[in-house]
């Protein structure tokens, strides 16, 4: 998918509904992010202030969460495809410093700073890790820490099951849903991998299986489409164009359905010199 489609979707679709967070996920996950952050003392009184960079940082959620944890204090920086997500993410953090551009793109900004954090969170469904690794590395300071978050291949398992049906593969014109279309990593042991590979030292790593519920069509259309978690997968079958009466066969059909998302949520640290 393109940079501009990708920035077209989180501009007039996600943005007005991202803090609304269908499901609770992101909050979720974001909260688990931090507690790896906390177990490693970074944010504990007695230090100079920290330089943290949040690249793909949405509407400044976890900025603002990293900043509300922290005993020392907290210089934010930002980047985001949407301009309506970095405007949000102003109005939550004033002193914000932030630039509009893909993630990919990282080399051309702050090219002047360096940060003791930075966190990539569900990023990787856009930009490869392998692509955000080397980068990351020459952003951070030596014993800076990279905060991870990601989608793995087998997350939707319930969803996944149920797309592959003969029936819905030909209501969704024969396409067939793969987590793995959404450019993740496989599982924990790639991302350890790549953390090694490109010289950080892996603090923490592990799957998160955080339950879903969809009641309906509606239900699941609000988190997958509106709230950004299948936004690509759905424009790509047309199913935020469904017909009253498809709605109504899927909600025989698929709903109400039980899932669980699988995310990976790790730290890794680049040694001190």
Not at 20 to 33: E, F, I, V, Y
Not at 138 to 147: D, E, F, I, V
Request: glycine share 6%; aromatic share 10%; proline share 5%.
């Amino acid at each position: 998918m393109s940079t501009a489609a990708i920035q077209r979707q989180y501009d007039e679709v996600i943005a007005a509904h991202y803090d609304l967070d269908a499901q609770d996920l992101t909050n979720r996950m974001l909260d688990l992010a931090l507690e790896h952050v906390e177990r490693e003392a970074l944010l504990a009184a007695g230090h100079t202030p920290l330089k943290a960079l949040d690249l793909g940082m949405g509407t400044g959620l976890f900025l603002e969460k990293l900043r509300n944890a922290s005993a020392r204090g907290i210089q934010p920086f930002g980047l985001d495809l949407s301009a309506r997500m970095v405007d949000f993410a102003k109005r939550r953090i004033p002193d914000l410093q932030a630039v509009i551009d893909d993630a990919a793109a990282i080399d051309g900004h702050f090219v002047n700073e360096s940060f003791g954090f930075v966190s990539t969170h569900f990023v990787t469904g856009f930009v490869p890790m392998e692509h955000l690794a080397p980068r990351i590395w020459n952003k951070l300071q030596p014993g800076g820490y990279w905060s991870f978050l990601g989608a793995v291949s087998s997350a939707y398992p319930t969803l996944q099951k149920k797309a592959r049906s003969k029936l819905l593969r030909f209501l969704g014109r024969g396409r067939k849903f793969e987590a793995r279309d959404l450019l993740t990593p496989v599982d924990c042991n790639a991302i350890s991998d790549c953390f090694q590979r490109h010289g950080f030292e892996v603090c923490s790593l592990e799957l998160a299986r955080p339950k879903l519920e969809f009641a309906d069509f509606d239900a699941f259309m609000e988190f997958a489409y509106h709230g950004g978690w299948l936004t690509p997968f759905i424009e790509a079958i047309g199913l935020q164009n469904a017909k009253p009466w498809l709605k109504s066969m899927l909600n025989m059909l698929v709903f109400p359905l039980s899932d669980e998302h699988h995310v990976a949520v790790g730290l890794a640290r680049r040694p001190p010199n």
